[in-house]
């Protein structure tokens, strides 16, 4: 497992063509993903180990990738805050009771991850087992900023102005916020490496939206203390989107890999972060819905700009859109793999 190509692009090491895993990969855009899932909520898929599993490695085995990612969800780890997470209907996940202030921080429930979510640290266990050495298995958290993010506006939103009046109007509050949520992430972290999981994505899906000045002051100090708590010695992707006008700082808040969206061109992106990281990214996912032909142009050209550099791993800027034809999928991962063959 430690020669995996996956893995050794994470150290920056030499491979004999560049690993390829997409985000949402096992997705509502799948077939085999809807089979199951029309006959069980999401929180019940997510609930069950073995039906986890069945999906994590259904996906890599239909597409052909480097890495599995396990079938989970960002917001898992913040249901037993007792905000009264649920996913509805087509509009995503909703909580109840989102969190507005102080007093809503400290209302909390406390609880142990690794109690509580046992299910998770089950499903890498099995997705492990079942991958029989042959791919590396991803374990996943939220970052503090994004799950914040989901607890305060209640729900997904665009300009999250609900969560940057609470970090403007009230920092101690905000503060204590990213410290409670650091100490379960890291925890759920390191309670999926004990588990087997060969590497982590730390998902700061929204930072984007927030100017450096306030990334330096809410959220950089935070991120460092989470990636401090991670056991050491398994490469942690460090993801975010729209933050090519601040990915040095991204850089500087941790991680082996810093992955990277379409919004930036990655041999000027790569060269900013530094060549001491390696990247993740960054074909924009709707290029997905276009002809094999112009998936093909384009991966390449993100293979052009990676230059044969070891440290590169292929992948979207963020994930796979619902109206993906998997076919096209399938034709990106062969064309990643044929056009960097070295
Ligand atoms: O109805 C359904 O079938 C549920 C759809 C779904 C799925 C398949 C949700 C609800 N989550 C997932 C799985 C999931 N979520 C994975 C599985 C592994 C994979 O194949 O990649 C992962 C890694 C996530 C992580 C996740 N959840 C993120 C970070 C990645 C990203 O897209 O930025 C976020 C923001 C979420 C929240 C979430 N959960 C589900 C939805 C639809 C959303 C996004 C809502 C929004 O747009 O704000």
Redesign the pocket.
């Given at each position: 497992m430690r020669n995996s190509t996956f893995l050794s692009a994470c150290r920056r090491e030499k491979t004999p063509y560049t690993p390829v895993w997409?985000?949402?990969?096992?997705?509502?855009y799948m077939e085999e993903?809807r089979k199951v899932?029309a006959r069980f909520a999401?929180l019940d898929?997510?609930r069950r180990p073995d039906l986890a599993c069945e999906i994590?490695v259904t996906?890599v085995e239909r597409l052909g990738v480097d890495a599995a990612?396990?079938?989970?969800?960002?917001?898992l780890l913040l249901e037993p805050l007792g905000r009264g997470l649920s996913?509805g209907g087509g509009d995503?996940?909703v909580f109840s009771r989102p969190v507005r202030g102080r007093a809503d921080v400290d209302a909390l429930r406390e609880f142990d991850p690794e109690e509580e979510l046992s299910f998770v640290y089950e499903a890498v266990r099995q997705s492990r087992a079942a991958l029989a050495g042959k791919l590396p298995l991803i374990g996943?958290a939220?970052a503090p900023f994004?799950l914040a993010s989901?607890l305060i506006e209640g729900?997904?939103?665009r300009p999250f102005v609900e969560t940057k009046r609470f970090l403007h109007a009230d920092g101690e509050a905000w503060h204590a916020l990213a410290a409670r949520l650091v100490d379960l992430v890291a925890r759920h972290i390191n309670a999926q490496i004990e588990a087997g999981a060969d590497a982590i994505?730390v998902?700061d899906?929204?930072v984007g939206c927030l100017a450096p000045e306030d990334y330096r002051a809410y959220v950089l100090p935070h991120m460092r203390e989470l990636f401090s708590r991670i056991q050491p010695g398994v490469p942690v992707i460090h993801?975010s989107?729209g933050t090519g006008g601040m990915i040095e700082l991204i850089r500087d808040a941790g991680g082996t890999v810093i992955g990277l969206d379409w919004r930036v061109d990655l041999d000027a992106a790569w060269r900013r972060c530094g060549y001491h990281v390696a990247v993740q990214g960054n074909l924009d996912p709707v290029v997905l819905l276009a002809s094999r032909a112009e998936i093909r142009r384009q991966a390449g050209e993100i293979l052009k700009r990676a230059a044969g550099r070891p440290g590169h791993v292929f992948n979207l800027g963020?994930?796979?859109l619902q109206q993906t034809p998997v076919e096209n999928v399938v034709a990106l991962v062969d064309s990643v793999h044929e056009l960097s063959s070295r």
């Open positions: 997409l985000m949402r990969q096992a997705g509502r993903y899932r999401f898929l997510c994590t996906a990612i396990l079938f989970s969800d960002i917001l996913y995503g996940p996943f939220g994004t989901y729900r997904g939103s994505q998902f899906s929204w993801f989107t963020h994930g796979v």
